[in-house]
């Protein structure tokens, strides 16, 4: 397999952003989509018949560049991250797109932001080295819970697990931490550092069961990381009574440049990356491979997928195959994979 | 007054001007794009602490430039005045912008120090690699402020 499997099929580019596109993200129901990027605006496009169109634009909710988007499990409200050291939560509870609440604090750029599935947790991360944790409280209020400093530097991504209150990050340090709340004492504590990668960590993705880690890397790389509960059967030392991760799998000869961001379909297991040499790849496990050891081939890559680099790719959470894509050609994209 | 860092930079002589060649000088010939090319779009940044250009105090050279047309690829390594240089991220950010104002947007570009050349090169590399840290840096109005200052004469 050289990368010439199945068939990733554009489907419509969308069209509007001025400059660099960060990022993409599909609202959980799959028929909305949100983008941001260098021009400061959040683009909102919805399926329009058979087409997808720009249903909303929000300018002035920041006053430079947004980094990330993130839809709430729910689907009732946005956040967006950015340059300026704010993130916005917007709802549409009066109709119309607005912002109702701005959180402060990062001393400089919000990188990311993830809303835990419970739906009563945010996190944020910045260039100040620090993951915030916010508790949403009711009627638009967010109450710092903790600040953590685990980092020695830049932190680029936060990601929470997909059933659990527990947070991954990626770092410009080289090293994934996982973060939760301790029982005893209410306070949020590193449980866990993931350290393998030999530069910055840009993005992380969870496989459906939240066991396994994918990691993508300025290092080329991207990464596959297991975890192993206290009693497993490997023989593997969980000190602390805390799972542990391992990495099981490195991909390295593939991307020829940064690996920005990274996508694990919980459908169909793909995980698609999205890499500075204009690339979409596509892996795929292979049938029976060892959990301890597995196997992921290079399923598809799609070249000059974008004329520039591709900063964010993620797979549609409820339409199979359906994929979007984002880059610093200012274009947005749709896709749909086939086997 | 503060003291500079570099009190007596050495200095070089500017390269002379380019020779034309009689297919350079042909319109139905397409010129591929060169290390002299790139050259000439760096060579007059200004010093942050001098009234010099990069060319003079010998931070860039042409031979240190690397162009790979067919697969897009542009190289610069620069070559800081002493290896404590406190300026060598800001030269390099004035480089790469400089560059990223006036290069077709299909090159992936690379600036770099001269191996060998500087104590912290690995920080500041990996810095100005780090596309978002330079797309956030040029949005502080203050630096791109100095950074503008340096690129222009142009």
């Known amino acids: 397999m050289s990368g010439t499997m199945g068939k990733l099929e554009l489907i419509q580019t969308l069209l509007g952003h001025e400059g660099r596109v960060w990022d993409v993200c599909w609202h959980p129901q799959g028929n909305t989509l949100a983008s941001c990027g260098e021009d400061k605006t959040i683009r909102i496009w919805g399926r329009e018949g058979s087409k997808w169109a720009n249903k909303t634009i929000l300018a002035d909710g920041h006053q430079r560049t947004i980094r990330e988007v ?8 946005l956040a967006s991250a950015s340059f300026d050291a704010t993130t916005a939560v917007w709802d549409k509870k009066s109709g119309q797109f607005e912002c109702n609440a701005t959180l402060e604090g990062h001393e400089n750029e919000v990188k990311s932001v993830a809303w835990a599935k419970s739906g009563h947790l945010l996190a944020t991360c910045s260039r100040d080295k620090s993951v915030w944790v916010w508790e949403v409280a009711d009627d638009d209020e967010y109450e710092c819970a903790a600040v953590l400093n685990a980092h020695t530097q830049d932190v680029k991504k936060v990601v929470w697990h997909p059933h659990l209150d527990i947070l991954a990050s990626a770092s410009y340090d080289n090293t994934i931490k996982f973060f939760k709340e301790d029982v005893s004492d209410n306070d949020w504590i590193c449980i866990a550092t993931l350290v393998s990668h030999e530069s910055t960590v840009w993005s992380l993705a969870f496989d459906s069961t939240g066991t396994r880690l994918a990691s993508c890397s300025d290092d080329h790389t991207v990464k596959i990381w297991q975890q192993y509960l206290p009693g497993n059967t490997e023989g593997i030392m969980t000190p602390g009574n805390e799972p542990v991760w391992k990495c099981v799998c490195t991909l390295s000869g593939y991307h020829s440049r940064t690996v920005y961001d990274i996508s694990w379909c919980h459908n169909t297991g793909l995980i698609a990356t999205a890499c500075g040499d204009d690339i979409i790849r596509i892996f795929k496990e292979v049938e029976d491979s060892d959990p301890n050891e597995p196997s992921f081939v290079l399923y598809h890559a799609c070249h000059g997928a974008h004329t520039q680099d591709v900063n964010s790719v993620m797979w549609n959470p409820a339409v199979p195959g359906l994929l979007a894509s984002t880059s610093d050609d200012a274009e947005v994209k749709i896709w749909q994979f086939t086997d | 007054m503060e003291l500079l860092e570099n009190i007596n930079p050495k200095l070089y002589r500017k390269c002379e001007e380019r020779e034309i060649t009689p297919d350079e000088e042909d319109d139905s010939v397409v010129d591929p794009f060169d290390s ?28 240190l430039i690397e162009v790979d047309n067919a697969n897009n690829e542009v190289n610069v390594k620069f070559t800081p005045t002493i290896p404590h240089c406190s300026m060598a991220t800001l030269i390099g950010l004035s480089i790469r912008v400089q560059l990223l104002r006036s290069l077709p947007s299909r090159f992936k570009v690379s600036v ?42 142009h």
Not at chain 2, 36 to 62: A, C, G, K, Y
Not at chain 2, 122 to 148: F, G, M, P, Y
């Open chain 2, 112 to 153: 770099a120090i001269t191996p060998g050349t500087h104590n912290s090169e690995d920080a500041v590399n990996k810095q100005l690699a780090d596309k978002e840290r330079v797309a956030a840096a040029t949005e502080n109005s203050h630096l791109i402020e100095v950074i503008n200052q340096c690129i222009s004469n």
């Open chain 2, 36 to 63: 002299r090319e790139v050259f000439d779009l760096i060579r007059s940044i200004n010093d942050p602490e001098h009234p010099l250009t990069l060319e003079e105090l010998n931070v860039v050279e042409q031979s």
């Open chain 1, 70 to 77: 993130a839809w709430s499990p729910c689907g009732n409200y």
